[in-house]
């Protein structure tokens, strides 16, 4: 049975947009002025000869009425009361349904103040890591120029649309949406832009990557980088010469502090695109769900890293389709996190110090393998951990060599639709390892390896017994 359509707030404002009355409005599209009031205030749904004169008057698509919008308020609803805050608060589907189709505007005020909530958690996580620096001199000054843009990625669920349907249409109309894309760029920058390129051999101490020649209109690219890595510099430098003024346009418009920030964000911009044009939005989401989100199978399907593919993946939230959402992080051995991006709930560590438990650690004991983890966070949330290590090698023997570990996951109830969920019994709470953000904010009372206090609870030592951990938390009820 189709889903009834109730989005009386969409209609109320498109009449409102063409500055008419119920009456007239009604007279418009074949219908009385009460069953038009009814349909505004959602005690009727839209029927499909309204949908069509709706269309037919208003230059409407039908999609422009399509309930994505709504179902999208509701999971996020449901994402904000799961918060423990609202622990006591249950209520029903329905009443969701009626808060975000009914009162949209309300909807969408308590989902900013929750996601005010939420900044002000990650702000105590700058705390964390000024405190751990010795350097605090209050948030303000704590927030670092890639932090800044980090949070500016993650609070777009690191999915920016009009570069990504750009460079999905030019994939499209250049037909480079597979096959070899290395020589598709190396040909488009050739023709479109009369761009050479040119491979060089650097001498083993030059970490050049990129290096462009305004003056002769020459790219040098290192010549030790493998396909994928080649392929997305090309794609990097299609965006900078094509795509400046849509990069700076959203710059503008982000109202980052520094000039610094500006600068990493158009960076990052610029990337996003690179990333897009080598995985275009459409037949990459097709690939993954046939895959059931593979991820060696994907990037032998595209020509890309494992790292590309994985960075794609958490950032596929397109309104109307979306992918399923992940979190993806690299880390350096030293628990460094160099690259973060999440259209999840999960929170990270900003600079080191992240949950020893956390399997994306691991990784590193086994190269070359998948390690797959079902991990709780101290919200409750549960997610399907999967991390395996990479290694970035140079030209020659005395070329220095990168090490990583790069870690994908989802929450449990998109498990099912991703390979690596396999074999694992979900519904049991037998192998759940409970992790956390880190050590300075985690709330949990035993953690065998807990490496500092928190920094909001006080401590009880006892001098007469002595546990892994030195120290125990006080529970804030009987802090006196």
Not at 29 to 54: C, D, F, H, K, M
Not at 134 to 143: L, M, N, V
């Amino acid at each position: 049975m189709a889903e009834k359509l109730f989005v009386g707030p969409k209609v109320r404002t498109l009449r409102e947009s063409y500055d008419l009355t119920q009456a007239t409005f009604a007279e418009r599209i074949g219908i009385s002025t009460s069953y038009l009031n009814q349909i505004e205030n959602n005690q009727r749904p839209l029927t499909a000869p309204v949908l069509l004169s709706l269309s037919h008057h208003f230059n409407l698509s039908l999609n422009d009425f399509a309930s994505a919008d709504t179902n999208r308020v509701l999971a996020d609803l449901k994402e904000a009361l799961a918060e423990p805050l609202f622990r006591d608060t249950n209520p029903g589907l329905q009443e969701l349904k009626m808060a975000a189709s009914n009162s949209p505007w309300l909807a969408q005020a308590f989902l900013t103040l929750h996601q005010a909530h939420r900044r002000a958690n990650e702000r105590l996580m700058v705390m964390d890591d000024a405190l751990s620096a010795q350097s605090y001199e209050g948030a303000d000054r704590a927030i670092l120029p890639y932090e800044e843009v980090r949070d500016y990625f993650h609070y777009h669920d690191n999915y920016i649309d009009e570069l990504d349907l750009a460079a999905e249409d030019l994939a499209r109309r250049h037909g480079m949406q597979e096959g070899n894309r290395l020589s598709q760029f190396q040909s488009y920058l050739e023709q479109r832009h009369a761009v050479r390129v040119r491979l060089t051999e650097n001498p083993a101490n030059d970490q050049t990557l990129r290096r462009y020649d305004k003056e002769n209109r020459i790219l040098n690219l290192n010549g030790s980088l493998d396909s994928p890595s080649l392929s997305f510099h090309l794609a990097h430098q299609i965006a900078i010469m094509e795509y400046k003024d849509l990069i700076d346009a959203r710059v503008a418009k982000a109202n980052l502090h520094s000039e610094a920030a500006e600068a990493i964000a158009k960076l990052g911009l610029a990337n996003y695109f690179a990333g897009a044009l080598c995985l275009p939005y459409q037949r990459f989401l097709e690939v993954a769900r046939e895959t059931r989100h593979d991820i060696d199978r994907m990037r032998h399907h595209f020509g890309t890293s494992q790292e590309q593919v994985c960075h794609r993946l958490s950032s596929m939230q397109r309104p109307g389709a979306r992918g399923v959402p992940f979190y993806f992080l690299r880390v350096d051995r030293a628990g460094n996190v160099t690259k973060r991006h999440s259209a999840t709930r999960f929170q990270f560590a900003r600079f080191g110090g992240a949950c020893p438990l956390w399997n994306v650690h691991e990784a590193f004991e086994a190269p070359g393998r998948f390690m797959v983890q079902v991990a709780e966070m101290p919200d409750g949330i549960r997610y399907l951990c999967v991390a395996t290590s990479i290694t970035k090698l140079g030209s020659g023997y005395h070329a220095p060599v990168r090490r990583y570990a790069i870690g994908l996951g989802c929450e449990l109830s998109y498990a099912s639709e991703v390979i690596y969920s396999d074999g694992l019994n979900l519904k049991s709470d037998a192998g759940v390892v409970e992790i956390g953000v880190s050590c300075r904010i985690c709330e949990r009372q035993r953690c065998h390896q807990r490496a500092a206090p928190p920094v909001d609870r006080r401590l009880f030592v006892n001098p007469h017994n002595r546990q892994f951990v030195p120290f125990e938390l006080v529970n804030s009820s009987t802090d006196k």
